[in-house]
């Protein structure tokens, strides 16, 4: 994601810090997890977690509880959210940056917009939501596999747009806990924005009376317990990180070699010009912005894709041949074509993510 909404970092000078924040990257990688003693409580994570409840309150809906882990994600087990552990220090959201090119949840709009999501995974589970089969009828089956990657399609208007990457299209339950998040969201009038999507006003008015049936009934799922909490992670950071990175790693392949030919030019007339490899390079920051803005996808797969068209211009010796902007423009739709193939759907398949 990116940084909008404003970053809420900020630390009294005289507010104690861990001993391993002053540490140089090299050194706080080889820390484990479970010895960086992470907790919420006293970060500003937990006036988040305050702000979620005060909404699901005021709707009559179980209340969630959370704590510090390696990613984001909701168990079926408990009504709780985990939350990744470079959150709750502005040392490791720094590492986070450097390691993954972004801070995903790291502002409190963004954080909140997660928060929202996650709950809709509490709710789901805790009133056993999807054994109904008007919600079956309205989302799909729960039972329904979850994909390691999905194929979102970004013309469709039968889902939600709350998180990036059209993540309701990745799974049944993604599809409601998307749609219960905008629901959830204060000041959005919905049907309004909505009113000319069919099928995704038709969840969220569904989503609406449900809310309305079930609001002040007791919840099936109550337990509070932790799912993978950090203080019992004994990997590194290194060793997260390298996982992180295999796994949102960009497969090389010459499927798009024909777009980067009717781009670019390997007409021997435009010899003189600019390579088309040098061109990607030098303005790759506006293009992952630019495609960033229009898919939300994550910054190091925009990276990682940049450089692999860069290397396929490269093989094919193309060179560039019109205007610049134009030139841009063509590369941010064949990024966010690209990235749309290889979006990944959960990070942990055993759990709502």
């Known amino acids: 994601m990116g940084d909008s909404g404003g970053t809420l970092w900020s630390m009294s000078a005289k507010t104690r810090q861990p001993w391993w924040s002053y540490l140089p990257d090299s050194e706080l990688l080889?820390?484990?997890l479970k010895d960086l003693n992470l907790s919420i409580e006293g970060t500003w994570?937990?006036?988040?977690?305050?702000?979620?409840?005060?909404e699901?309150?005021?709707?009559?809906?179980?209340?969630?509880?959370?704590?510090?882990?390696?990613?984001?994600?909701?168990?079926d087990t408990t009504p709780g959210i985990a939350v990744p552990f470079y959150?709750?220090?502005?040392?490791?959201?720094?590492?986070?940056?450097k390691m993954f090119k972004d801070v995903e949840g790291g502002t409190q709009r963004q954080a909140m917009q997660i928060l929202r999501h996650e709950a809709g995974h509490i709710v789901q589970h805790a009133y056993a939501l999807h054994r109904r089969r008007k919600w079956q009828?309205?989302?799909?089956?729960s039972s329904t596999v979850y994909p390691e990657s999905?194929?979102?399609?970004?013309n469709s208007r039968n889902f939600v747009q709350h998180l990036p990457r059209w993540y309701a299209q990745s799974h049944p339950d993604e599809d409601?806990?998307?749609?219960?998040?905008?629901?959830?969201?204060?000041?959005?009038?919905?049907?309004?924005?909505?009113?000319?999507?069919?099928?995704?006003?038709?969840?969220?008015?569904?989503?609406?009376?449900?809310?309305?049936?079930?609001?002040?009934?007791?919840?099936?799922?109550?337990?509070?317990?932790?799912?993978?909490?950090?203080?019992?992670l004994n990997r590194t950071l290194a060793e997260h990180y390298e996982q992180k990175l295999a796994?949102?790693?960009?497969?090389?392949?010459?499927?798009?070699?024909?777009?980067?030919?009717?781009?670019?030019?390997?007409?021997?007339?435009?010899?003189?010009?600019?390579?088309?490899?040098?061109?990607?390079?030098?303005?790759?920051?506006?293009?992952?912005?630019?495609?960033?803005?229009v898919s939300g996808a994550y910054q190091l797969a925009l990276d990682n894709t940049i450089d692999l068209l860069a290397s396929r211009a490269r093989a094919l010796k193309l060179r560039t041949a019109g205007r610049e902007h134009e030139l841009r423009k063509a590369m941010v739709r064949l990024l966010n074509n690209k990235v749309a193939h290889q979006l990944h759907a959960s990070r942990r398949q055993w759990f709502a993510v």
């Open 137 to 141: 009828e309205t989302f799909g089956r």
């Open 176 to 232: 409601f806990a998307e749609t219960f998040a905008l629901w959830l969201t204060p000041r959005i009038n919905w049907r309004q924005r909505y009113a000319e999507w069919p099928g995704a006003l038709a969840k969220l008015e569904y989503v609406d009376s449900l809310m309305a049936e079930i609001a002040g009934t007791r919840a099936g799922l109550t337990r509070r317990m932790e799912v993978d909490p950090a203080h019992r």
């Open 247 to 293: 796994w949102y790693a960009v497969d090389t392949d010459t499927r798009y070699d024909k777009d980067l030919q009717r781009i670019f030019s390997s007409d021997p007339r435009h010899a003189h010009r600019p390579t088309a490899s040098s061109f990607i390079r030098s303005n790759r920051a506006r293009i992952r912005e630019a495609a960033w803005r």
């Open 56 to 75: 699901l309150k005021r709707r009559g809906l179980v209340q969630a509880h959370a704590w510090i882990s390696d990613e984001w994600f909701s168990p």
């Open 30 to 32: 080889q820390m484990r």
């Open 87 to 97: 959150l709750a220090h502005p040392r490791l959201a720094r590492l986070e940056r």
């Open 150 to 154: 999905y194929r979102p399609n970004p």
């Open 45 to 54: 994570l937990q006036g988040c977690v305050k702000m979620l409840n005060g």
